[in-house]
């Protein structure tokens, strides 16, 4: 079964400062990643997704994630965190693209990002 | 606009009481989902749907209950059987033709009087 691990529960940063989150994902085959960002009562957007080819995956809002199969891996970063970055944020995996017949999305836990001044 | 709209946004249960949380989508999606949200515990999928009349459990479905009559709407009941029902709800959506991005409602928030 798939799973995923997100072992920050909560990031503190300062603005202007560098961020990276971690996730690591248990598939046996080539896994379909995404990152999603969850602001307070929302639902939760899309940031960016890996599929297959170029490892290095840019995404809005300036993010941008690197999958690396050896370390059954997809972190999140961003060079320089805005205020507004401060939310949840979310990894996934699925074994096909979301909405094939009988394929579903499972999440992590989620790392909450705080933004300090 | 396009979009998937989650309503009540907040809602009340008393015990041994169904509730039913409303998701209508006009994005012509094909496939719908239901999602549980616990702090600290990521987002659990309880159903899931890819045609009209046609349905399947997720990872948590006891204690719920869903019906898709109709292409644009998704309702979950949750029923007395859920002992604990307290949560976030988010249902999402996505045009299994493009396979690629879930759409999602901005939740509901349901707690137990």
């Known amino acids: 079964a798939q799973s995923v691990t997100q072992p920050d529960i909560h990031i503190t940063v300062s603005e202007g400062a560098s961020l990276e989150l971690r996730c690591n994902y248990s598939?046996?085959?080539?896994?379909?990643l995404f990152w999603y960002v969850q602001s307070p009562g929302q639902g939760l957007q899309l940031l960016l997704k890996?599929?297959?080819?170029?490892?290095l995956v840019q995404g809005i809002k300036g993010f941008e994630a690197e999958f690396k199969r050896s370390q059954s891996s997809f972190n999140l970063r961003k060079p320089s965190v805005h205020w507004s970055d401060a939310a949840e944020y979310f990894c996934?995996?699925?074994?096909?693209?979301?909405?094939?017949?009988?394929?579903?999305?499972?999440f992590g836990g989620g790392t909450r990002v705080l933004v300090k001044p | 606009d396009g979009g998937i709209t989650q309503s009540p946004k907040y809602l009340f249960r008393k015990e041994g009481q169904n509730v039913t949380l409303s998701c209508e989508q006009n994005?012509?999606?094909?496939?719908m989902y239901w999602y549980r949200q616990d702090p600290g515990q990521g987002l659990r999928l309880i159903y899931y749907?890819?045609?009209?009349?046609?349905?399947q459990k997720g990872d948590i479905a006891e204690g719920y209950s869903v019906s898709r009559e109709k292409k644009e709407s998704f309702p979950l009941t949750v029923t007395s059987a859920q002992k604990n029902p307290t949560a976030f709800y988010l249902c999402?959506?996505?045009?299994?033709?493009?396979?690629?991005?879930?759409?999602f409602g901005s939740g509901t928030q349901l707690s137990v009087l």
């Open positions: 749907s890819h045609i009209v009349n046609d349905f």
């Open positions: 598939y046996g085959a080539t896994p379909y």
């Open positions: 994005l012509n999606h094909d496939a």
């Open positions: 890996y599929f297959s080819g170029d490892t």
């Open positions: 999402a959506s996505i045009r299994t033709s493009e396979g690629e991005k879930l759409f």
């Open positions: 996934a995996v699925g074994a096909s693209p979301p909405g094939a017949a009988g394929n579903k999305l499972t």
